[in-house]
């Protein structure tokens, strides 16, 4: 159980990182419709919310190490 856990904050890390570098490459007009952010006349980049995508994505990251031990007995 331990295992799928830490499986799975990887991947949720692996999206928040995707994540933080479409916001840092990216524009706001050219951002996807769904993602917050989106402003269809604006060419801006949205540093904060890549700043906070990168924070989760180290956060996903730090619990799969830790999570990912030894069971214990």
């Known amino acids: ?7 799975a ?3 949720i890390g692996v999206f928040f990182l995707g994540l933080a570098v479409l916001y840092f490459t990216t ?3 050219s951002l996807p419709h769904v993602v ?7 060419t801006k980049i949205h540093i904060k ?3 906070g995508s990168l924070l989760l994505a180290l ?5 799969a190490w ?3 031990g030894s069971p214990s007995k």
């Open 36 to 42: 917050p952010g989106y402003m269809a006349d604006d």
């Open 59 to 63: 956060g996903s990251f730090a619990y």
């Open 66 to 68: 830790f999570s990912g």
């Open 9 to 11: 904050a990887v991947l």
């Open 27 to 29: 524009p706001a007009s």
């Open 49 to 51: 919310h890549g700043l």
């Open 1 to 7: 159980m331990q295992k799928l856990k830490a499986i």
